[in-house]
């Protein structure tokens, strides 16, 4: 039988397959038979179908840009805890993670020392922006430049800065950590004026001061002071200067060893989560400014 003359039962399942929308053909028959058991509207039904459809492809597209981010490990802001970084402002993060920035191309830029949440906060912010179905890739400014330098010397480098410009978001981490050389520099420096140009967001963190930069770049303090001019123009600086969270954690095991220790070496459990609660809601620890 040729498709004209299929009935229009027939044709829905198979033209939900032409078009494309395996989901609602997978769920077609279960669809038809719970709205005529509930006695659906015929808007109702398609709404259901659709939605059905529409879940299923953001799962998809989410699923593919966790891949292609390459995080090195998975933040998410539900794991940040605000209170051990009281001089951080929780409701500019919490604004950022609307991913406003993503459309206004505006830049966040992480400052401070090790420890503090920097990468926890770019990769959380990262998560957020691949959830809302845009593409965001993470590197360290030291793994990029080493990339570009390679894509320069076998004739690619065209290719490798689009994969660095395209995304929505691009996450550069760890800016400063390591000296650049100035060939290194200068390619940092144009992938962010590629993105610049295209309005598109960088979230960079550094743990060195804008003033420093000049040795981040090189030593070419022309190129540094151009890269701020363009990261800084559209921007967001989060200053966090508190304790290592990994030193803070560190200091408060010991102390809990030290004071089972100090007990008969036996403390219950239950004790020593109590010593933690303690610790963490010290005054001294949640009055800095
Ligand atoms: P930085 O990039 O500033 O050096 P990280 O983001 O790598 O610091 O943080 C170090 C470790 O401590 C990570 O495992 C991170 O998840 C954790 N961490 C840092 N700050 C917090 C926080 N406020 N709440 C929860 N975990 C945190
Ligand atoms: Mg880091």
């Given at each position: 039988m040729s498709e004209a003359g299929l009935t229009y039962e027939a044709k829905a399942s198979?033209?939900?397959?032409?078009?494309?929308?395996?989901?609602?053909?997978?769920?077609?028959?279960?669809?038809?038979?719970?709205?005529?058991?509930?006695?659906?509207?015929?808007?109702?039904?398609?709404?259901?179908?659709?939605?059905?459809e529409l879940q299923e492809r953001h799962r998809k597209t989410v699923a593919l840009n966790?891949?292609?981010?390459?995080?090195?490990?998975?933040k998410r802001l539900e794991d940040f805890q605000f209170d051990a970084q009281p001089g951080l402002d929780r409701r500019l993060i919490e604004e950022l993670a609307t991913g406003r920035f993503l459309h206004e191309g505006r830049n966040i830029v992480f400052l401070g020392p090790p420890g503090v949440g920097k990468t926890h906060l770019a990769i959380a912010l990262g998560v957020i922006t691949a959830e809302m179905?845009?593409?965001?890739?993470?590197?360290?400014?030291?793994?990029?430049?080493?990339?570009?330098?390679?894509?320069?010397?076998?004739?690619?480098?065209?290719?490798?800065?689009?994969?660095?410009?395209?995304?929505?978001?691009?996450?550069?981490?760890?800016?400063?950590?390591?000296?650049l050389e100035p060939a290194q520099a200068s390619l940092l420096f144009q992938v962010i004026c590629a993105r610049y140009e295209r309005n598109g967001a960088i979230i960079l963190t550094s743990n060195k001061a804008f003033g420093e930069w000049g040795e981040v770049f090189g030593g070419d303090a022309v190129m540094a002071s151009a890269a701020l001019d363009r990261l800084l123009h559209r921007a967001t600086v989060v200053n966090i200067r508190g304790e290592s969270y990994r030193l803070k954690e560190k200091r408060q095991a010991t102390g809990i060893l030290v004071e089972a220790v100090a007990g008969n070496g036996t403390a219950p459990k239950k004790a020593t989560v109590k010593k933690r609660g303690v610790t963490d809601s010290m005054p001294a620890v949640n009055g800095v400014p």
């Amino acid at each position: 039988m040729s498709e004209a003359g299929l009935t229009y039962e027939a044709k829905a399942s198979l033209a939900l397959e032409q078009l494309g929308l395996g989901v609602a053909r997978e769920h077609l028959d279960t669809a038809c038979q719970q709205a005529a058991a509930g006695n659906w509207s015929y808007w109702h039904f398609l709404g259901y179908l659709l939605e059905g459809e529409l879940q299923e492809r953001h799962r998809k597209t989410v699923a593919l840009n966790m891949q292609f981010a390459r995080f090195p490990y998975l933040k998410r802001l539900e794991d940040f805890q605000f209170d051990a970084q009281p001089g951080l402002d929780r409701r500019l993060i919490e604004e950022l993670a609307t991913g406003r920035f993503l459309h206004e191309g505006r830049n966040i830029v992480f400052l401070g020392p090790p420890g503090v949440g920097k990468t926890h906060l770019a990769i959380a912010l990262g998560v957020i922006t691949a959830e809302m179905g845009h593409r965001v890739y993470f590197v360290t400014a030291l793994e990029m430049a080493r990339r570009l330098s390679k894509a320069l010397a076998e004739n690619t480098l065209h290719r490798e800065m689009n994969n660095l410009t395209r995304p929505k978001l691009l996450v550069i981490d760890e800016v400063g950590y390591l000296k650049l050389e100035p060939a290194q520099a200068s390619l940092l420096f144009q992938v962010i004026c590629a993105r610049y140009e295209r309005n598109g967001a960088i979230i960079l963190t550094s743990n060195k001061a804008f003033g420093e930069w000049g040795e981040v770049f090189g030593g070419d303090a022309v190129m540094a002071s151009a890269a701020l001019d363009r990261l800084l123009h559209r921007a967001t600086v989060v200053n966090i200067r508190g304790e290592s969270y990994r030193l803070k954690e560190k200091r408060q095991a010991t102390g809990i060893l030290v004071e089972a220790v100090a007990g008969n070496g036996t403390a219950p459990k239950k004790a020593t989560v109590k010593k933690r609660g303690v610790t963490d809601s010290m005054p001294a620890v949640n009055g800095v400014p």
